[in-house]
Structure formats: structure tokens, C-alpha cells
């Protein structure tokens, strides 16, 4: 190769040297505006809510068939992951039992909550698990503690309003249901002491009358209110299975949102045990 020729070649590298220098200079600003712009899009967690801890066995981690209309999130109603982080609420909102879970009464009672108060942000906890016993819950146990963990995460981002409690299908034997409130008072003071929550209302809802059997355990939950201050009773009065005379259909889980929201209003206004119809 002659002197000219390698002239020629250091002059092409320098220019293609410059421009790549100029190119990456020109992009740079662009990544980072990009990087900026989508650190600023990511939506903040959510503050100052009013949560509400879901506890219990499969009726309130939900299994209803989940239909589009449930997969629609409302602006204002949230539920924290199993990864601890907030997300818009939609169903299926438990992850108990990811192959067979479904809607259950969380969602509808926070699109409730919130409607009847624009100025409000509702934060759900769900911490129920399907087919567990109320022995299975009791203080120091693997699900009473997952419980009270999810809940004091959440606490950074709001305060507990509200427990919102199903369960008893686990429990419906005579010699269970026997010592069914007792054993329900214990935990639920002990709960309500380690999150702070003795003026927090709760909700217990009725096991489904679609089942006979059911009544035995029903008897106990509708004294509840009597024996444990700030609580209501919730009626699953018409509501309907989902064809196994065990889970709640879809619409009846609705339902069943809408009767624990007016339950925690009833109880929020008067400040004393409610009913809900």
C-alpha cells in the first residue's frame, strides 16, 4: 500500500471514529430521557389508604369463575401480591391455590367501600387460605403469623380499617363448633392487639345455607357480635353455590362484597356491633 493510500485510510477511520463519537453523543440525552420518562410513568405506591385484612378459608380467597367484568380494576381500590407490592385490585386476587382460585368477596366490598367515598383509597390484604381450620389459624401458627406480617407491610401505606373474616366449613362438626367462639375470641384479641386494632371493625360472614350442614357451625357465627366488640354478622341469605354445595358462584361473591361493605359502614357509624341484611 502506498503513503497515499494509508493517508486516505487514517483520514476514513478518524471521520468514522468522529461520527460514531457524535452518534452515541446525540443518543445518549435520548436513552436518558427515556429512562427518565419511564422511571416517572411507573405508578408510586399507593398512601394514606384505608386497608382492610381478608382472612380465612376458600369462600374468601374466592372460587368463583373469574368473567371480564372482574377484571376490571376501579381506580382507587388496590390489593397487595404475594411479593408485597400494590397493584390495582382485580380477581383473582388470592393466590392460595393458583390453578383453582377465583372471585371471591374482596373486590366488590373494596369497589363499594371506595364509591361511597370519593376522598378515599382502599387497600386490600388478602392473607386467606382454602381449606384450613380455625385451629390452623390460631395465634403463633404459620397462617395467623403470614397474616399479621402482610399486614403490618401494608400499615406503611395506609391503617387497617377493617378484618373481614369466612370460615367454618373446616370446623363443622359438633364437637368443633362447641368451642368455635372461644376459640375465635382468643385469636381474634390477640390479632387485633399485634396490629394494633382494637377499635378496627370485623366482619363475619355466614357459611353459604346452600348446605344444611352448615347450620351447625352458622349458629355460632350469628352470636359473634355479642361476644366480640365491634363485630358484625354477615347473611349469605339467597346466596347461591357454584354447583359443588361448598363455593360461592361468582354473582353470590358480589353480592357477598357488597353485604360486608354495608356491615363496615354500620358498624363504622354507629361504633357499636352491627347486622348486615
Known amino acids: 500500500m502506498n503513503l497515499n493510500a494509508l493517508m486516505t485510510a487514517s483520514q476514513l477511520l478518524r471521520t468514522g471514529s468522529l461520527a ?3 452518534g452515541l453523543a446525540l443518543l445518549t440525552p435520548v436513552v436518558g430521557a427515556e429512562a427518565t420518562t419511564a422511571a416517572s410513568a411507573a405508578p408510586a405506591a399507593p398512601s394514606n389508604m384505608k386497608l382492610f385484612l381478608l382472612i380465612g378459608q376458600s369462600n374468601m380467597a374466592g372460587r368463583g369463575p373469574v368473567e ?21 385490585a382485580v380477581d383473582p386476587m388470592h393466590f392460595d391455590r393458583p390453578e383453582i382460585i377465583g372471585v371471591g368477596p374482596g373486590a366488590s366490598f373494596g369497589r363499594t367501600v371506595a364509591d361511597a367515598d370519593p376522598k ?4 386490600l390484604i388478602p392473607a386467606a387460605v382454602g381449606g ?7 395465634v403463633g401458627g ?10 403490618r407491610a401494608a400499615l406503611a401505606h395506609g391503617q387497617l380499617a377493617g378484618i373481614l373474616w369466612h370460615q367454618g366449613e373446616s370446623d363443622n362438626t359438633a364437637e368443633k363448633a362447641a368451642t368455635y367462639a ?34 351447625v357451625v352458622n349458629k355460632v357465627l350469628v352470636t359473634l357480635p355479642s361476644q366480640v366488640p365491634l363485630c358484625a354478622f354477615v ?30 359502614f354500620e358498624l363504622v357509624k354507629a361504633g357499636k356491633p352491627a347486622a348486615a341484611k
Open 68 to 88: 371480564a367484568s372482574d377484571k376490571v380494576p376501579h381506580p382507587r381500590v388496590f390489593m397487595l401480591t404475594k411479593e408485597l407490592a400494590w397493584v390495582p
Open 20 to 22: 460514531l463519537g457524535l
Open 120 to 123: 378515599i383509597t382502599v387497600g
Open 142 to 151: 404459620e397462617l395467623y403469623n403470614n397474616a399479621i406480617a402482610r399486614a
Open 182 to 215: 372461644e376459640r375465635f375470641r382468643t385469636m381474634i384479641a390477640q390479632l387485633r392487639k399485634d396490629l394494633n386494632a382494637a377499635d378496627v371493625p370485623l366482619m363475619v360472614g355466614e357459611l353459604g345455607r346452600f348446605r344444611d350442614s352448615n347450620e
Open 235 to 264: 347473611s349469605a341469605e339467597g346466596l347461591k353455590d357454584k354447583g359443588d354445595q361448598l363455593h360461592f358462584d361468582s354473582a353470590s361473591q358480589r353480592e357477598f362484597g357488597r353485604r360486608y361493605a354495608q356491615a363496615w
Open 132 to 138: 384450613t381450620s380455625l385451629d390452623q389459624w390460631k
